[in-house]
């Protein structure tokens, strides 16, 4: 998977795991309240998260770093395999 998509996964998961956690800790929804007056536009931040946590989970479970008794652990959906071109 190109660096880009990931790079971007990554952030809109930090995004996603920051708001949650302001929902959780201070019951605030940033999104919504930056993006409230635009109900199409929060749907689509949350639908990006989405497709990034999946777009993350899919690198890392079935990143060629995690087969065959490699160090999984050091990929962290951030595989550094792209290079070998497999």
């Known amino acids: ?27 605030l929804n940033l999104v919504s309240k930056l993006l409230g007056a635009w109900p199409v536009a929060e749907k689509i931040v949350y639908d990006l998260v989405g497709v990034a946590a999946l777009v993350y989970a899919m690198d890392h479970f079935f990143c060629p770093c995690n087969k ?17 071109k497999m």
Not at 7 to 27: E, Q, R
């Open 68 to 84: 065959d008794g490699k160090d999984g652990k050091s990929c962290g959906g951030m595989c550094k395999c792209d290079s070998k």
């Open 1 to 27: 998977m190109k660096c880009a998509v990931k790079c971007i996964a990554v952030t809109l998961l930090v995004i996603g795991g920051l708001n949650w956690g302001l929902v959780g800790f201070f019951d």
